[in-house]
Nanobody, 126 residues
């Protein structure tokens, strides 16, 4: 399984970006997927996750409903729509494939994800 994240860039505060994560490998659609981010000097933190069947999603409380995760199984792609961006959203964003299909208690734990993309940088200017 290979994951390729894209869509990052420079945006002004209040703007929007949509990140994409294209997966190769036929097992992509059978697993939950997640997005994480890592700001300079900080630990990697959970952003959002989606179950294999799109039935459930989960978000970090800090996002306050500004982000939306989705997936297109036909295109083997997961998306992260980010609206009302803030300077504190500046980070490298990583997509990852979970070791499970449905979201459970470990959904925000990076140790429960076993495949990672290379990351895409999002910079939000004030």
């Amino acid at each position: 399984v290979q994951l390729q994240a894209s869509g990052g860039g420079l945006v002004q505060a209040g703007g929007s970006l949509r990140l994409s994560c294209a997966a190769s490998g036929r097992t992509f659609s059978s697993y939950a997927m997640g997005w994480f981010r890592q700001a300079p000097g900080k630990e990697r933190e959970f952003v959002a996750a989606i179950s294999w069947n799109v039935a459930s999603t989960y978000y970090a409380d800090s996002l306050e409903g500004r982000f939306t995760i989705s997936r297109d199984k036909a295109k083997n792609t997961v998306y992260l729509q980010m609206n009302s961006l803030k300077p504190e959203d500046t980070a490298v964003y990583y997509c990852a494939r979970a070791t499970y299909t449905m979201l459970g208690p470990g959904r925000d734990n990076p140790n429960t994800y076993n495949y990672w993309g290379q990351g895409t940088l999002v910079t939000v200017s004030s």
